[in-house]
Every structure is written in structure tokens, then in C-alpha cells.
T-cell receptor
Framework: DTEVTQTPKHLVMGMTNKKSLKCEQH?????MYWYKQKAKKPPELMFV???????INESVPSRFSPECPNSSLLNLHLHALQPEDSALYLC??????????????FGNGTRLTVT | AQKITQTQPGMFVQEKEAVTLDCTYD???????LFWYKQPSSGEMIFLIY??????QNATEGRYSLNFQKARKSANLVISASQLGDSAMYFC?????????????FGKGTKLSVIP
């Protein structure tokens, strides 16, 4: 069983909807990540939170808005998405964001379809 | 800049046989980590094995071993005694220390199919 939990597993939303993806980890990790993965492609980094502060935003459109309420939780708020935003969204966490090369642990992902 | 190359888009292996998935990397940073992940069709990215750039011995985790050849900049994954459940996409990835160390650079992946 994965130690990073993502909800929901599947999400279908219209272009005018507002929805949120949720991610939770209880491993005491201090870095959390959002990745986007299109079919048959490797994951692409979207955001990095380090000690609950946004450290990296990989030029992601403002219709994606991340939030880290505490060290265990990570949200991704979605608004006015486009059909091309349909993808698998993966959350990950790691022990430390830098200084020590540690693996990222991923959740099961949320399969998002924008209609 | 860091780069990971996986040259095998797809591989087939007979059940119970061993298989090697190739991975080469490029970085100028002397401190880095190499990772292999498995992604079944369900979507979850499962961490398999890790090799640090200063590790003297090849990493092993159960049926997985990493053939680390630093001079050749290769980090091939060896799966012994393949099982039907090993059918999945496999990604090689690298993370470097220092500036940009948040980044996990992925290869394009290799799709492994285990034949009964």
C-alpha cells in the first residue's frame, strides 16, 4: 500500500467547474510535489513545497493553484481548466527537499478528465 | 543540465527469466542519486531501488538489482525471475544535489511485458 494518499482517484469536470485534488502523507517528509503525466510520457514537475513553502513553480498556468495547509497535506485547486489539462496528476513526497538525495514516494494519482 | 536516456521503448521477457532494462545518464554534478520506478497501468509510481553516486556496491532489493557502471554512466535495472505482475512501465530517474536538487529527471520509460 502506498504511503501517499491521493483523492479522488478519478475526476471528471467541466471547463467552468472548480475542484480540488488532495494529497496526504504521514511519513514526516518535508518536501511535497505535484506532477502531471500525459499518456505514455514521463511525469512532469509542476510544483514543489519545501517545509510548507512553495519553492518551485514550473511555469504552471494560474488555473492550477497549489496549497500546503500543513506538513502532511497538499492540495491542488483547479479552475477553468482546458481539455488539454486532462492527465494523471501525481502527488509525491520526500524526506528532504535538498542536502540529501532521497527518493520521492508517489501516490496512486488522480485521473482528471476535462470535458 | 541532467539527462536520462532509456533506449528501449518496449521489452518482452518470458516468465521466470531475467531481464535487463537499460538506462544511461548525464550530469556534471559528482553527487547524485539514481532511481528506478515501476508504473503499472493503474497509474501509481512505485519506487523500486536507489543507487547513490558514491555507493561502492550495486544496490539490490529482492528480485531487483541495479548494475551501476559509473565510468560508463549507466544504471541498468535487472529483474530476476520475472513474474506476470512485473508487466508495467519502468522509469529510470536521477536527482542531483545542490541547485535544482528538487528536480527528479525521468527517462522516457520502458514498457515491459512478461509472457506466460
Amino acid at each position: 500500500d502506498t504511503e501517499v494518499t491521493q483523492t479522488p482517484k478519478h475526476l471528471v469536470m467541466g471547463m467552468t467547474n472548480k475542484k480540488s485534488l488532495k494529497c496526504e502523507q504521514h511519513m514526516g517528509h518535508r518536501a511535497m510535489y505535484w506532477y502531471k503525466q500525459k499518456a505514455k510520457k514521463p511525469p512532469e514537475l509542476m510544483f514543489v513545497y519545501s517545509y510548507e513553502k512553495l519553492s518551485i513553480n514550473e511555469s504552471v498556468p494560474s488555473r492550477f493553484s497549489p496549497e500546503c495547509p500543513n506538513s502532511s497535506l497538499l492540495n491542488l485547486h483547479l479552475h477553468a481548466l482546458q481539455p488539454e489539462d486532462s492527465a494523471l496528476y501525481l502527488c509525491a513526497s520526500s524526506q528532504s527537499p535538498s542536502g540529501r538525495v532521497s527518493p520521492l514516494h508517489f501516490g496512486n494519482g488522480t485521473r482528471l478528465t476535462v470535458t | 543540465a541532467q539527462k536520462i536516456t532509456q533506449t528501449q521503448p518496449g521489452m518482452f521477457v518470458q516468465e521466470k527469466e531475467a531481464v535487463t532494462l537499460d538506462c544511461t545518464y548525464d550530469t556534471s554534478d559528482p553527487s547524485y542519486g539514481l532511481f528506478w520506478y515501476k508504473q503499472p497501468s493503474s497509474g501509481e509510481m512505485i519506487f523500486l531501488i536507489y543507487q547513490g553516486s558514491y555507493d561502492q556496491q550495486n544496490a539490490t532489493e529482492g528480485r531487483y538489482s541495479l548494475n551501476f557502471q559509473k565510468a560508463r554512466k549507466s544504471a541498468n535495472l535487472v529483474i530476476s525471475a520475472s513474474q506476470l505482475g512485473d508487466s508495467a512501465m519502468y522509469f529510470c530517474a536521477m536527482r542531483v544535489r545542490g541547485a535544482g536538487s528538487y528536480q527528479l529527471t525521468f527517462g522516457k520509460g520502458t514498457k515491459l511485458s512478461v509472457i506466460p
